[in-house]
C-alpha cells in the first residue's frame, strides 16, 4: 500500500530526466525546474558512481523537494528525519534535496540532527541506502556497518541477506 501512494504520488505530476547508460533513472518531483534538476542530479551522480551503484541495475532515484519530504515521508509511514529512504521491492529510493542543495535553515537542521556536515551527509546518505539496496537488506544496523566498509573502501558482505539479481 506505500509504493501504491509514492507511485501516486510520482507518476504524472513527475518528470524522468535523461537516464544514464545504466539502467537507472533519475527522476525530479513537481515544482524543479529542469535546472535544478539537471544540478541535484549532477551532485549526486557521482556519489552513486564513487559507491558502484551501478551494479544494482535497473533502479530509479527520486529527488524530492525538502518543503515536500516531510509531508511524504508522513504519508509513507517513513522516518521524517531521514533524508533518503529506499523501497526494496520497488528498486527505488528517494532522496530530500537538501542532500544536494539546501537553504540555511535546512543545513542547520540536518546538522543538528545528523552531526554531519552537509558535504558529508550525501555520502553518508547514499552509502547507506545502499548497504540496504545492494544486498536486499532493510536491516539498518547491517545497512550503517556496509556503508562504513563502501566509505572505506573495503568489499561489501552481505551477511543475512539476499542479494538484488542483476536487472542487466
Known amino acids: 500500500m506505500k509504493f501504491f501512494t509514492l507511485l501516486i504520488l510520482f507518476t504524472t505530476p513527475y518528470s524522468v530526466l535523461a537516464q544514464s547508460s545504466a539502467p537507472q533513472k533519475f527522476i525530479c518531483n513537481t515544482g524543479y525546474t529542469l535546472q535544478q534538476c539537471h544540478r541535484q542530479i549532477s551532485a549526486l551522480r557521482p556519489i552513486l558512481d564513487k559507491f558502484h551503484a551501478d551494479a544494482?541495475?535497473?533502479?530509479?532515484?527520486?529527488?524530492?523537494?525538502?518543503?515536500?519530504?516531510?509531508?511524504?515521508?508522513?504519508?509513507?509511514?517513513?522516518?521524517?528525519?531521514?533524508?533518503?529512504?529506499?523501497?526494496?521491492?520497488?528498486?527505488?529510493?528517494?532522496?530530500?534535496?537538501?542532500?544536494?542543495?539546501?537553504?540555511?535553515?535546512?543545513?542547520?537542521e540536518l546538522l543538528?540532527?545528523?552531526?554531519?556536515?552537509?558535504?558529508?551527509?550525501?555520502?553518508?546518505?547514499?552509502?547507506?541506502?545502499?548497504?540496504?539496496?545492494?544486498?536486499?537488506?532493510?536491516?539498518?544496523t547491517r545497512a550503517e556497518r556496509r556503508a562504513r566498509a563502501l566509505q572505506e573502501g573495503k568489499k561489501l558482505v552481505c551477511e543475512a541477506a539476499k542479494e538484488i539479481p542483476s536487472a542487466r
Open 56 to 108: 544494482l541495475g535497473q533502479w530509479t532515484w527520486i529527488l524530492v523537494r525538502s518543503e515536500d519530504w516531510r509531508p511524504l515521508m508522513y504519508r509513507l509511514a517513513a522516518s521524517p528525519d531521514s533524508p533518503a529512504v529506499t523501497f526494496l521491492d520497488k528498486r527505488t529510493t528517494l532522496f530530500e534535496e537538501a542532500l544536494m542543495e539546501s537553504s540555511a535553515a535546512n543545513r542547520a
Open 112 to 140: 543538528r540532527y545528523w552531526g554531519l556536515p552537509l558535504n558529508q551527509l550525501l555520502d553518508e546518505a547514499v552509502s547507506h541506502e545502499l548497504g540496504h539496496s545492494l544486498c536486499n537488506d532493510p536491516d539498518e
